[in-house]
Every structure is written in C-alpha cells, then in structure tokens.
C-alpha cells in the first residue's frame, strides 16, 4: 500500500527557505504513471497546488508561487523536494506531499495519447510549517 | 489562474440529496472533462471522491457523483449521511499541467 509521509521544520522565520521532503513507500517514486505533488492549506482557508515533478526531473510550478519555488527529485532515496524561499507569514500552511494520477485521450492527430495529471490519489498526512520570528 | 468558485456552504437533512456546485473558465472546467473532488473531515488530509468529472475511485459509495455543464462542475450527494459532513473541494486541470482548486465548501448535514 502506498504511503507518503512529509518531514521538515515545523518553525521557519520570516525571509528564510521552507525546505519539505516527502518520502514514498510501498511503491516506486520512479514509475512513469504518475507525477508527485505538492499542496498546501493555510489555517482555515482552502487547498492551493504548489507544484508537481516526474521522476525525470520534469516540474510545473503554480504562477502565483513559481519565482520562489524549486520542486526536486532523488529516485534514490524514493523521495521528493520542496523549497519555497523568502517565506512570510502568508506561507504559514499545512503542506501536503501527494502522488497525480493521469487521465488520458487517443489524439488521432498524432497518434499518440496525451496523458493529464491532475487528481491527487494518494496523500501525506500533512506538516504544519509556521513562519515566525 | 484564479481559483474555482465554490459555495462557501450547504446543507441538507439525513438521507436528502445536496449539489455542491464548482464554476470556472473555459480555460479550466470549461475546457476540459478533467474535473476531480475531494472530501476533507477536520484535522485530515483530503480523500479523492470523484475524478474525471464523474469517474468514482474503487470504495467510494455511489451515493456521490459528478456532473459537468459548461463551465460548472457539481458534485451531488444522495441519501446524506451523517459521516458526509466535511469540507469538498473542486479541483480542475487548467492547461500546461497546471491544476487549480475551488476555495471549498463546507457541507453540514442538520
């Protein structure tokens, strides 16, 4: 059974780097059907998609966050990375790891299928990160 | 990339039906038939309910299904139970593999 787990600091001050990683078990970081994503939740507010990575190293990053992002990989370790840098107290959250499954259509154009990850099957737990000095 | 526009909250007696609705562009739901929604209880990570506007995943109870008309997604619920109270959120592939949520609705079931 596939289980994601996030760890990293709980306390973070003002202007420093957020670093999480999230660590997968009972299955491989390496398999080319999906992507691994991150999401994060302020206190009492809603899900916010921060970015997502296949295993090749392959990133998007959310519009809004992506000049202070950098979403890593290390197949190695069947782990991956979030980095947020120049964090304020709007970046207190409760950031989730999660694993994008893909749908998929026949593009008779060119004859290949085109693959859209998107839903987030299977997710950590949660971290809480709070920024403060 | 703005967010959905969900319903902040609805609620309906045990064993009614409740909608919960999820408007975009036509950059997003619109778009695509890419739509997925989350049920999340308190204090818990969100749990995948319905994919592909309407796909359900292997153990969720077919009393929730989806449905997708123009750029509105909904998501309804029948015979409310009592363990269905919690918060749902719209999700939708958005292009360049982005992907962007609904702000969430709170269901309370009376």
């Known amino acids: 059974q596939l289980q994601l787990q996030e760890s990293g600091p709980g306390l973070v001050k003002p202007s420093e780097t957020l670093s999480l990683t999230c660590t997968v078990s009972g299955g491989s970081i390496s398999s080319s059907s999906y992507y691994w994503g991150w999401i994060r939740q302020p206190p009492g507010k809603g899900l916010e998609w921060i970015g997502s990575i296949y295993y090749s190293g392959s990133t998007y990053y959310n519009p809004s966050l992506k000049s202070r992002v950098t979403i890593s990989v290390d197949t190695s370790k069947n782990q991956f990375s979030l980095k947020l840098s120049s964090v304020t107290a709007a970046d207190t959250a409760v950031y989730y790891c999660?694993?994008?499954?893909?749908?998929?259509?026949?593009?008779?154009?060119?004859?290949?299928?085109?693959?859209?990850?998107?839903?987030?099957?299977?997710w950590g737990k949660g971290t809480t990160v709070t920024v403060s000095s | 990339q703005s967010a959905l526009t969900q319903p902040r909250s609805v609620s309906g007696s045990p064993g009614q039906s409740v909608t919960i609705s999820c408007t975009g562009t036509?950059?997003?739901?619109?778009?695509?038939?890419?739509v997925s929604w989350y049920q999340q209880h308190p204090g818990k990570a969100p749990k995948l309910m319905i994919y592909?506007?309407?796909k359900r995943p292997s153990g969720v109870p077919d009393r929730f299904s989806g449905s997708k008309s123009g750029n509105t997604a909904s998501l309804t619920i029948s015979g409310l139970q009592a363990e269905d109270e919690a918060d749902y959120y719209c999700?939708?592939?958005?292009?360049?593999?982005?992907?962007?949520f609904g702000g969430g609705t709170k269901l309370t079931v009376l």
């Open positions: 036509s950059s997003d739901v619109g778009g695509y038939n890419y």
């Open positions: 999700c939708s592939y958005a292009g360049s593999s982005y992907v962007v």
């Open positions: 999660a694993r994008l499954s893909a749908s998929s259509y026949y593009d008779f154009w060119s004859g290949y299928y085109q693959y859209y990850y998107y839903y987030m099957d299977v």
């Open positions: 592909d506007v309407s």
